[in-house]
């Protein structure tokens, strides 16, 4: 698959727009922890890959004595050693997360003397976001359409191979044992490996809540949000003249979901699919 570039070319300023994607639910956290732990994960050594600032590499280091955050962005890295600055502690053992700037190639270099329990890898194939407005959202359907065409259809020339992927929850996307050959370690038997979907149609099914919980934006910082994607910044980059003015394409489509919306702040979620490894 080729390399995610865009991303990877993310300067302060970008990395500073990202944190407004924020961390993700506690739901996710446990889930994730709980499934390392039942199937006999240690907790010494973890490593994000594609960590971003690290929203998620802070909240998953708590549970493990040492811990480091990978990213190909030096804006990124940046920006994360930044906010780790005056944090004292940040792992377990009271030490502190080691930032490097580097690819998921590379997640076995460093200084990490062995093997590491973890490795996790949120959105790190494709910079891409996804919001979903809650069901009880006047026009729902309306705005989910709005939002859905853009990503399909007005966006779809900007997307590279890891944002379509992405877009089809990572159904085609070639697994260990598929690989000729097959990569050693993995199995898709047992509690090898598990594949967990949530609210993927916007829809809340027999549960009260969104899996990753919901929060209410404004349009200009759901714009905000969608506009860290890696399709939007390729788009503005062929596009200059346009990014900004009201022919922008975030700008343009918050607009549409205003006219249909009736006011400017809504409640959004988003959808989950997490794949679970455990290497024998």
Known sequence: MAEEKTFKAYNSKQAQAYLAR????DR??????????STGGA???????????????RELAKHFDRTWG???SEGMIEMARQLSEDVESETKSGGKIVWEVGREEDVGAGNREGEVDMITAAMAMA???SALPDPSTPNASAVNAILDRVQKERMAAYEEEGGR????GYSDLPLPWD??????GFSNQGDSYSRIEKNLDGQLGSEEEFFLGERRVTLKELGGIMGTASSVVRWREVHPELAGTKDDIIIKTMNEVQEVLGREDLVVATGLVLLIFKKT
Not at 22 to 25: F, K, R, T, V
Not at 43 to 57: E, Y
Not at 165 to 168: D, G, Q, S, Y
Not at 179 to 184: E, I
């Open 22 to 25: 924020g961390a993700y639910h």
């Open 28 to 37: 996710l956290y446990d889930l994730i922890l709980r499934a390392h732990e």
């Open 43 to 57: 907790f010494g050594k973890f490593v994000d890959v594609g960590c971003g600032p690290g929203n998620s590499t």
């Open 70 to 72: 990978s990213d190909p």
């Open 127 to 129: 910079n891409m976001i």
């Open 165 to 168: 992927r992405w877009r089809m």
């Open 179 to 184: 690989l000729s050959p097959p990569v050693p």
